[in-house]
């Protein structure tokens, strides 16, 4: 990186802290602090919202699933748009009607304060956890690339998420994020028309589309109804809607976002201004790692992105075997190159029969390719059992730190950085909140000033940094960064998502039932996800992470239906067998 690169870089993301603590300074009640006042209009709202769940994984992790898998995640946002619509139609009312500040509390208004503490406390752990891996997931792949130390990367971007949200609460991280967005927005699209003009002079974005297509990377739509395959039509729309639904509907860090609307047309307008850019701008950034993936059939590439775990190899007794495999894939590189060149000239001369065979041939180069890595991943486990193989969040950073100019390098990680701290800052925002407001405050015995309780949040919002922060110093990398925030939330989500349907649609479900309902739900959830997609007895995953918040919806609703059926027949036996 040359010195403009680092003026960039350090100046965007003091310019987000600077700006946060002087735009919101001076909070002095819950209304300001935890509810930003509730004037937010709909495109601050909206743009809130997409960053909040625009993390730096989604602009790390995407592309490089789609360098690796294509096109196919798109659709684990078939169902959003149907979300949306579902919250604008019934949370986001009942919500404003009761001028709640938390998801939760309305919860207690229908159920009991036992299941508003539970849902708070399932909220707590699984956004704890994200809240870190949002830290870690920048930091281990700046650290690894640029050489930097990992833990005092996770403490500086902790560090300068804390400034701004515990100075300024909820309209802090939402003005914050308007800034973010744009920057994210810019810095990706400079990127992608980087990529295409990096591409031979006779490769136009239509014929890079075609040679993606050829090696499988465009297919976009699978009506598989396999409940194996991670990512389908059937799994989006279904496991996807209820994912989203849970999300948006329940979870705090976005429920937060669009209580600080200044009425529920400005609230509903945000959300709906999310569900209609949110796949678009997705489908974008999968895009993007499309491209790179062409990129990368004309130029060179390394046998394994993440440069950590090639040291390692390198520096141990399988280094001459690593070198061979190297050279293998150096050879590949040539056959590969001359593939895409053949199948080029078979598109321009419109000969279906070479352009069959030409397909053929690239397929069978790829497929060879990927052997090759498999190979050089398990080397490198033998060399260091505690390595990381995975390097799919290494792909897109190695292209910019290697391929982009100086300046655009300083602003892509910039871009990298504002989103791990708009998505942090968010979760850091609701963890306080909901800590202070749904925990703190509700089972404290006695009055106090409302200045007591924005200090509460101010100190539980600092706490919750401090956990994510050495949260994020234990992490792993695991398959895939956005796939694991993902199936964190997957195994939390429905559950409480099945509590607020109650709440919402069967009024005749009491507090008692969906209270033993919701802890069995969580206790099978988690039995479900062991056995079935991250230890298999069979080693083969049986189930697809995204039908996890289906499963736990509908298992608590039909659970809390026996309970309560139970508990009358109960009450009904007993005054029959009094008289």
Not at 334 to 341: H, T, V
Not at 515 to 523: D, E, G, P, R
């Amino acid at each position: 990186m040359e010195t403009i690169d680092w003026i960039v870089l350090a100046g965007t993301l003091l310019f987000i802290v600077t700006y946060g603590v002087w735009k919101t300074k001076g909070s002095k009640n819950v209304e300001d602090y935890v509810g930003g006042g509730r004037d937010s209009k709909w495109w601050t709202i909206g743009l809130s919202v997409m960053a909040t769940q625009a993390s730096a994984i989604t602009f790390l992790s995407t592309p490089g699933q789609a360098f690796h898998d294509g096109m196919g995640f798109v659709q684990f946002y078939f169902g959003l748009p149907l979300a949306m619509i579902v919250i604008c139609m019934v949370f986001i009312p009942i919500y404003h009607k009761l001028k709640v500040y938390t998801a939760y509390e309305f919860l207690e208004n229908r159920f009991d304060l036992k299941t508003r503490t539970l849902t708070a406390i399932l909220f707590l752990i699984q956004r704890g956890l994200g809240a870190g891996i949002t830290i870690f997931a920048p930091a281990i792949i700046l650290s690894a690339i640029l050489g930097w130390d990992l833990r005092i990367l996770n403490i500086i971007i902790g560090v300068l998420v804390i400034i701004y949200t515990v100075s300024g609460g909820t309209k802090a991280v939402s003005v914050t994020q308007k800034q973010q967005m744009i920057i994210i927005m810019t810095g990706m699209f400079m990127a992608f028309f980087y990529i295409i003009g990096y591409l031979p002079d006779d490769i136009s974005f239509s014929k890079a589309l075609k040679i993606a297509g050829a090696s499988d990377k465009l297919e976009i739509l699978n009506f598989d109804f396999n409940v194996k395959s991670r990512y389908t039509f059937w799994s989006g729309i279904t496991g996807g809607f209820f994912l989203m639904l849970a999300y948006f509907g329940t979870d705090q860090s976005q429920v937060q976002r669009y209580l600080s609307g200044k009425s529920i047309r400005e609230s509903q307008l945000g959300l709906i201004f999310n569900g209609i850019l949110k796949i678009p701008m997705q489908f974008f950034i999968l895009l993007v790692g499309v491209m790179v993936f062409v990129f990368y059939q004309y130029n060179a590439s390394p046998l394994n992105f993440n440069p950590a775990a090639t040291s390692k190899v390198m520096n141990s007794e399988f280094a001459e075997d690593y070198s061979l495999l190297e050279e293998a894939h150096r050879e590949l590189e040539i056959e590969k190159k001359m593939a895409q060149n053949q199948y080029s000239s078979a598109i321009e001369l419109k000969e279906f029969t070479a352009i069959e065979q030409a397909k053929e041939e690239i397929i069978s180069v790829n497929r060879r390719d990927s052997t090759n890595r498999v190979a050089a991943k398990a080397l490198i486990k033998k060399a260091d059992s505690s390595a990381e193989t995975n390097d799919k969040d290494f792909v897109f950073i190695h292209f910019i730190l290697t391929n982009l100019p100086t300046g655009l390098i300083g602003l892509l990680l910039a871009v990298i950085l504002s989103a791990a701290m708009s998505s942090t800052a968010s979760e850091l925002n609701a963890l306080g909140t909901i800590t202070a407001l749904d925990l703190y405050k509700r089972n404290r015995i006695g009055d106090f000033s409302e200045k007591h309780y924005v200090n509460a949040s101010k100190l539980f919002t600092l706490v919750w940094g401090i956990i994510a922060i050495a949260i994020s110093c234990i992490a792993n990398l695991f398959d895939n960064l956005i796939q694991l925030v993902n199936i964190i939330g997957s195994i939390f989500y429905g559950n409480v998502l099945g509590v607020f349907l109650i709440a919402f649609f069967f009024k005749f479900v009491k507090g008692n039932a969906v209270f033993i309902a919701a802890i069995l739900t969580q206790i099978i959830i988690f039995i479900i996800y062991y056995y079935m997609i991250y230890a298999p007895p069979s080693g083969e995953e049986k189930l697809g992470f995204l039908w996890l918040t289906f499963i736990g919806a509908a298992l608590v609703i039909i659970m809390a239906f026996i309970f309560e059926y139970f508990d009358r027949f109960q009450t009904y036996a007993s005054k029959n067998s009094q008289s």
